[in-house]
């Protein structure tokens, strides 16, 4: 048994244990303990009903469903809770424990760990820092976030193996513990709805690098101002004047710039060599719904940003363009603040801009005083009435952009479904 498996069985063996959260970090980890510890009393928590295929007629797994399966905490004496449950509507009692599989895993496997978040750019950092790795001679593996629950990918960890884990605010919520090197890119108002308050948010992120021990490496955002002074701990900033000329990067944008010095500061802190990773910066596509360019249809360019759920990520967005003629904004209404984004777009002016949901009436109305001759404001229900609008309105050479600044669950499944859409409809323009 690799000796990482070891360390997390011993912290949850011999306890009643209860999943907290049935989606696909809850079903990775009843898999998990139906191979090590099929004789443990284990219990299913989730709001919706729990389907039974998986739990193999085991008589041991209770599960509980419906508007009280809270209810079922008390009943069990370690909670796995998994990223989309809310820690703050959560109480236990002081002879419980509350963790996570990100929990365990980073306690597990610390020194083999490099852990990124960030309210944006941690996806396609984590994979710029897997795809540099793999090509440097590395054996690196990637997890987390981006769609892989870490407990998939115990079977593949080697003692040489590198874990790129790329960690959102939900999975650090309640961790103790911090990867050997840890990236931090940025923190923004976001998420507010699972949270609560920024605060708690923030918070949440920062657990990345409070439990960082001697020898372990912080790759820190210059301008978050984090006063951390831990001996033994290396912090290396960014942007860093080390690199005052741009790599060679296929990727739109300045920001883009900056994930990129931040990845190759994690991979140094790995071992890599610095030259054999800037050979290699420019191979890296990057990923889909991030600046990406959909085509040209109809002498109209256009651009698929929907992982663009807040405000600074679409200015990032409206910076890396000469100009855009047609902007998509709203969406589900989280309640952040768009101030900074309507006195962008006031100093700024893009030609059409195109508002939905609950979020898009807010922007609008702040817009809407702004009272910009050079703006007109769209509303509309679906998208394929706003690309109406871009039809009837278009000139040559126009640049349509969705880059949101909100999320998109008033209409779509998640922010890549909002994407495809998008993508489907230019396909048909």
């Not at 910009?372 to 706003?386: D, N, V």
Request: aromatic residues 10%; negative net charge; glycine residues 6%.
């Amino acid at each position: 048994m690799p000796s990482g498996i070891d360390t997390i069985l011993s912290s949850i063996r011999n306890k009643t244990i209860l999943i907290l959260g049935f989606g696909r970090e809850g079903k990775s980890t009843v898999k998990f303990l139906l191979e090590w510890i099929p004789e443990a009393e284990i219990g299913i928590a989730d709001l919706n009903p729990v389907p039974t295929d998986i739990l193999n007629n085991n008589p041991n797994i209770c599960t509980y469903s419906g508007e009280c399966y809270l209810e079922a905490i008390s009943k069990y004496e370690l909670i796995i809770k998994t990223p989309g449950i809310p820690g703050r509507f959560l109480s236990l009692r002081d002879d419980q424990i509350l963790t996570s599989q990100t929990d365990l895993f980073l306690a597990a496997f610390h020194k083999q760990t490099i852990g990124v978040t960030g309210t944006k750019g941690k996806s396609t950092t984590s994979s710029l820092i897997h795809h540099l790795l793999l090509n440097t001679g590395f054996k690196s593996i990637l997890t987390g976030n981006i769609g892989i629950p870490c407990f998939d990918i115990l079977p593949q960890i080697t003692d040489d193996s590198k874990v790129v884990f790329e960690l959102s605010a939900n999975q650090l919520e309640h961790v103790r513990h911090s990867p050997a090197i840890a990236v931090l890119l940025n923190i923004y108002e976001e998420h507010l709805d699972h949270f609560g308050t920024f605060e708690a948010y923030k918070n949440a992120k920062l657990n990345l690098i409070i439990n960082a021990l001697p020898g372990d490496t912080l790759i820190l955002y210059k301008d978050l101002s984090i006063n951390f002074d831990r001996q033994n701990v290396k912090i290396e900033l960014f942007p860093s004047v080390k690199y005052p000329d741009s790599f060679d990067l296929k990727l739109p944008g300045e920001h883009n710039q900056w994930n990129a010095q931040a990845a190759v500061l994690a991979c140094l802190a790995a071992g890599a060599d610095f030259e054999s990773l800037k050979a290699h910066l420019a191979t890296f596509k990057g990923l889909p719904h991030r600046l990406e360019y959909v085509g040209e249809k109809a002498e109209v360019h256009f651009y698929n940003d929907s992982i663009a759920t807040i405000p600074e990520a679409c200015i990032a967005a409206l910076q890396t363009f000469k100009k855009v003629d047609f902007l998509f904004l709203g969406g589900f209404d989280r309640g952040i603040h768009y101030s900074i984004l309507t006195d962008y777009i006031k100093n700024h002016p893009v030609r059409h801009i195109l508002l939905t949901g609950d979020a898009g009436k807010r922007i609008g109305n702040d817009l809407t005083d702004l009272k910009h001759p050079g703006i007109t404001l769209h509303y509309f229900k679906t998208m394929e009435e706003a690309f109406r609008i871009i039809h009837d309105l278009k000139q040559t050479g126009d640049v349509c952009l969705l880059s949101p600044a909100a999320a998109s669950y008033d209409q779509y499944k998640n922010f890549e479904h909002r994407g495809e859409v998008f993508k489907s409809l230019v396909a048909n323009f």
